[in-house]
């Protein structure tokens, strides 16, 4: 709500300020929006159909706590492979911890999502070399991989 409230007040300074820019902005942004908004449905639709379709206690069996290690390295596989924007992978996360997924498996999968590029590497490959490129990836997955590791300790 404050949020809301903030951008509400900083649109009401900016058009007192400078009205054409104000409303070239927000219709800016609205055409973003619009244009991302296909994409945010489908993937909100395959993360709910798939979690409809998976039998009761799949998802907990392979990311859970019974899963071990072997659901920390699944988290990080996925995490490390997909390429999903936070304002997804955050719902996401919360319907996997209802669905029996551990926290420090969604640690672990939200780490590697956000900090290891795999499906970026050839762009940031183009920009700073592939040595770099790699080199970033690995320290990244080693630094998810300790957040994860730490986050379990601690609960």
Not at 4 to 33: E, P, R, W
Not at 85 to 104: C, H, M, R, T
Request: charged letters at 10%; glycine letters at 10%.
């Amino acid at each position: 709500m404050i949020v809301l409230i903030v951008t509400f007040a900083a649109c009401a300074i900016s058009y007192v300020v400078d009205k054409k820019k104000t409303i070239a902005g927000i219709q800016a942004g609205l055409k973003m929006f619009l244009q991302v908004l296909p994409s945010v449905f489908v993937l909100i639709w395959l993360t709910s159909t798939l979690i409809y379709l998976l039998p009761e206690g799949v998802i907990a069996h392979y990311l859970g706590r019974e899963a071990g290690f072997s659901g920390y390295l699944l988290a990080a596989l996925f995490g490390t492979i997909a390429l999903i924007p936070g304002f997804i992978a955050y719902p996401l996360a919360g319907v996997l911890l209802k669905n029996g997924v551990s926290i420090q498996v969604i640690a672990m999968f939200l780490s590697t999502l956000f900090m290891v590029g795999v499906p970026s590497i050839q762009l940031e490959a183009r920009y700073y070399g592939w040595r770099i490129a790699i080199t970033r990836n690995l320290v990244y997955l080693v630094g998810a991989i300790v957040t994860g590791t730490f986050i379990s300790l601690m609960i």
